[in-house]
């Protein structure tokens, strides 16, 4: 497949959908699809109907299986009827919950042009085998900003990722937020990150130094048992690449971080004696974690970032903002 054609992503989102729920994918995305192509008012027709023949067919099925026995004595018809009730109520719920992300992915895709190539059916049947079950708004709003992503850049995020996703509750989403707000990541692009990690500031994340910007001890714990971030607490990495040259003049050639999405690079003070080494300690994020920090809405840290440039000068290095598309953050 040549992945410089480029094609309407709302059309590759429906073959997205298409691959994890079938024909109704195209009765689904049809309101977006018009108002793009047509501007259409509403088509309303032939929506329900697919909600009703998914619904239809799981009714037979469990009617089949219950009535099938050799026992038909009295009530037995009461039950199945009951049972039939609970299919149809859950699949109406799971039904909802599949077009609301679908729904919020399409409005962030809008009119933009995705690379033309075949979904990962194996991506999608796991997909919308997990959405179908996810009820939260907040939950849903993540889960639409994955799925729009993989219709952006396919393989932007991992099966092992949406096996972490399904995992996460809304408590630990919340930690994770605030963790990757006060992320750095490094890399030359978004979707090339060599690192990201939480700083510790000089002081040890394992014995809560972290623990004033919301991410104690406990915190740290939570999200390692979700597999965001590696058990070494205060491990580290090589950020002398980050350490600009010539960076007044404009002739920067190093590689810049991100945070809060703004790209930055580190500006030697002259006192400050050339090394070839600047180790970095702190939080790192795991390969899941970095592939749903590139979908995570950041929050304001004001704290944390005075102290990160407060830090950095201790180092005799100051952070200058770099030009360029950020990383992390959506």
Known sequence: MDVNVKIPALEKLVDYAASGIGSVAGTLLAPWKAKREAHANQITAEGEAGVLLVQAKAQAEAREILLSHDSVAG???DIAGR???RILFQERKRQRNIESVVGSAARRLADKTVAKDEPDHDWTARFFTSVQDVSSEDM????????AGEVERKGSTSIQTLGVLRNLDQATAKLFRRLCSAAVFL?????????ARVPSLGGNAGTNSLRPYGLGFG???????????????????????AIGINVHAGTAVRVPFA???KRWVLVPQQERKPTT???LSGVAL??????LARVIELLEMKKYARDLATYFLKEKLEMIEALGPHIGGS
């Open 75 to 77: 009530g037995t018809l």
């Open 83 to 85: 049972v039939n009730q």
């Open 140 to 147: 849903q709003t993540l889960w639409a900003r994955v799925l």
């Open 187 to 195: 890399g030359p692009d978004p979707n090339q990150i060599f690192d």
């Open 219 to 241: 915190a740290l714990n939570r999200l390692n048992e979700h597999g965001l971030i590696i058990s070494d607490y205060n491990s580290w990495y090589d950020y002398q690449m």
């Open 259 to 261: 945070f809060q999405e």
């Open 277 to 279: 080494l600047f180790k």
């Open 286 to 291: 795991t390969m899941s974690g970095k592939e």
